[in-house]
T-cell receptor
Framework: DTEVTQTPKHLVMGMTNKKSLKCEQHMGHRAMYWYKQKAKKPPELMFVYSYEKLSINESVPSRFSPECPNSSLLNLHLHALQPEDSALYLC????????????FGDGTRLSIL | GESVGLHLPTLSVQEGDNSIINCAYSNSASDYFIWYKQESGKGPQFIIDIRSNMDKRQGQRVTVLLNKTVKHLSLQIAATQPGDSAVYFCAETFTGGGNKLTFGTGTQLKVEL
C-alpha cells in the first residue's frame, strides 16, 4: 500500500465545474509535488512545494491552482478545465534536501467532458 | 533480454530470465538517478536509486549501473517474475535543481510464462 493517499481515485467533471484533488502523506516529508501523466507517457512535473511554500510552477495554466494547507496535505483546485486536461494526476512527497527519492500516490484519474 | 529505450519501448522476457532495461540521459549535470516501476492503475513505485559518485548499486534482485561517460543508466532484474511486468521509468535530477525530476520515456516489460 502506498503511503501517499490521493482522493478521489476517479473524477469526471464538466468544463464549467470546480473540483479539488486531495493528497495526504504521513511520512514527515516537507516537499510535495503534483505531476500530470497522459496515457503511455512519463509523469510531467506541475508544481513543487517545499516547507509549505510553492517553489516551482512549471508554467501551468491558471485553471490549475495548488494549495498546501499544512505539511501533510496538498490540494489541486480545478476550474474551467479543457478536454486535453484529462489525465492521471499524481501526487508525490519527499524529504526536501538534495537527492531524495520521491514517493508517489496512485493518482486521480480525471476525465473532462 | 535487453531494451534500448526509445527504439524498443517494449521488452519481452521469459520467466526466470534476467532483464536489462536501458535509459539514456542528456543532462551532464544530473547527479541523482531513480528507477521507478509503474503497474497498471497505480502510481510509480520507487525501486532503487544511485548517486553520481557510484557506478553500481544492488538491491533485492535489482542492480542499477551508471555510466557517466556516455550518460547511460541501466536496470538489471534477476530471475524475472510475472509480478515484474510493468512500465519502468528512469528519472534524473541534479543538485540545485529544486528536486525537479525529469523522467525518461519508459519501457514496458512483459514477462512470458
Amino acid at each position: 500500500d502506498t503511503e501517499v493517499t490521493q482522493t478521489p481515485k476517479h473524477l469526471v467533471m464538466g468544463m464549467t465545474n470546480k473540483k479539488s484533488l486531495k493528497c495526504e502523506q504521513h511520512m514527515g516529508h516537507r516537499a510535495m509535488y503534483w505531476y500530470k501523466q497522459k496515457a503511455k507517457k512519463p509523469p510531467e512535473l506541475m508544481f513543487v512545494y517545499s516547507y509549505e511554500k510553492l517553489s516551482i510552477n512549471e508554467s501551468v495554466p491558471s485553471r490549475f491552482s495548488p494549495e498546501c494547507p499544512n505539511s501533510s496535505l496538498l490540494n489541486l483546485h480545478l476550474h474551467a478545465l479543457q478536454p486535453e486536461d484529462s489525465a492521471l494526476y499524481l501526487c508525490a512527497s519527499s524529504d526536501p534536501g538534495y537527492n531524495q527519492p520521491q514517493h508517489f500516490g496512485d493518482g486521480t484519474r480525471l476525465s473532462i467532458l | 533480454g535487453e531494451s534500448v529505450g526509445l527504439h524498443l519501448p517494449t521488452l519481452s522476457v521469459q520467466e526466470g530470465d534476467n532483464s536489462i532495461i536501458n535509459c539514456a540521459y542528456s543532462n551532464s549535470a544530473s547527479d541523482y538517478f531513480i528507477w521507478y516501476k509503474q503497474e497498471s492503475g497505480k502510481g510509480p513505485q520507487f525501486i532503487i536509486d544511485i548517486r553520481s559518485n557510484m557506478d553500481k548499486r544492488q538491491g533485492q534482485r535489482v542492480t542499477v549501473l551508471l555510466n557517466k561517460t556516455v550518460k547511460h543508466l541501466s536496470l538489471q532484474i534477476a530471475a524475472t517474475q510475472p509480478g515484474d511486468s510493468a512500465v519502468y521509468f528512469c528519472a534524473e535530477t541534479f543538485t540545485g535543481g529544486g528536486n525537479k525530476l525529469t523522467f525518461g520515456t519508459g519501457t514496458q516489460l512483459k514477462v512470458e510464462l
